[in-house]
């Protein structure tokens, strides 16, 4: 097993955080909330053998810097900081990127603005950014499924989701790993220190704050880098079916922007395969990214 290293790298005057292991072509992965670079950490393991494995910290986020502009947090910003990272680590060279939950849609993001930088792409339980902006601004169903976005900003369900170093955050969201027999006391424990990073929470936040508007604001006119922007890049969504944050109807029209999908679906699986059934993850991600 590769040994998993902390290291940092500088884009525009902010410190980023990222864990690497391994040798050959790069795949970088990238974090959804409340979770952060650690969980990757089985799919780092099992691909470090045959790639150079690297999982981002995003701005505001475990141990990188947490600034209160938002202008670091917004789309155009995250896809440069990746693009930096790449290019410090292997230049020029494509590379492949792996996203879950708004880690995801950041991915597409990237493949819609950056295509030539990258060999492919994968979302774990993710539509496109600009396609949940859409979904967002029209469907009930996703603007109720979603109303967390906006309700953790302020009030109420900010203050219980930041005090105490977020604890009361890290008890509900890590509640459904701690019966599962990959999940140790040790994991859990990486967890809480990662949410418990000062600013951390609101960190996080940021990101909705940044490229989300409030829902009486928001129009499909705030999609990026546009409404209808496709990407050619070779595409997985692995999709676990018993997910509650996103309506699985988006799957049907995810062709529009990215027409060469492959679609892998979990049944019972949850939000987060990739902690859920990391085994599972790992092969379907050696054989996309390998499958030439």
């Given at each position: 097993m590769s040994k998993i290293t902390s290291n940092y790298f500088e884009h525009e005057g902010l410190r980023l955080h990222y864990l690497s292991a391994g040798q050959g072509p790069l795949v970088i992965f990238y974090h959804g909330f409340?979770?952060?670079?650690?969980s990757f950490h089985h799919q780092m393991n099992a691909l470090a053998d045959r790639y150079r494995v690297v999982?981002?910290?995003g701005p505001g986020i475990n141990l990188s810097d947490k600034p209160s502009d938002l202008a670091?947090?917004?789309?155009?910003?995250?896809?440069?900081?990746?693009?930096?990272?790449a290019k410090t680590l292997v230049g020029e060279d494509p590379f492949y990127l792996v996203g879950h939950d708004w880690g995801g849609a950041l991915a597409f993001a990237f493949a819609q603005d950056r295509p030539q930088r990258?060999?492919?792409?994968?979302?774990?339980?993710a539509p496109p950014a600009n396609q949940l902006i859409g979904l967002l601004a029209t469907n009930p169903e996703q603007q109720q499924r979603s109303q967390y976005m906006w309700k953790m900003r302020s009030g109420a369900t900010h203050q219980w989701m930041t005090k105490d170093h977020g604890v009361n955050l890290w008890r509900q969201a890590y509640a459904k790993f701690r019966a599962l027999p990959h999940y140790t006391q040790s994991h859990d424990a990486t967890?809480?220190?990662?949410l418990g990073q000062p600013g951390a929470i609101d960190g996080g936040i940021n990101w909705y704050r940044a490229n989300i508007p409030?829902?009486?604001d928001l129009s499909i006119a705030d999609a990026w880098p546009s409404a209808k922007a496709q990407t050619q890049v070779p595409v997985l969504l692995i999709w676990g079916e018993a997910d509650d944050t996103f309506v699985p109807t988006f799957i049907d029209a995810l062709p529009d922007y990215?027409?060469?999908?492959?679609v892998h679906r979990l049944p019972g699986v949850g939000h987060t395969p990739m902690l859920e059934v990391p085994e599972v993850v790992n092969r379907l991600l050696a054989e996309?990214?390998?499958d030439a």
């Open positions: 409340p979770l952060f670079s650690f999982a981002i910290d670091a947090y917004r789309l155009p910003a995250l896809v440069a900081q990746i693009d930096a990272l990258l060999c492919k792409m994968v979302s774990i339980n967890f809480k220190s990662g409030m829902l009486e990215a027409p060469n999908l492959k996309f990214l390998s």
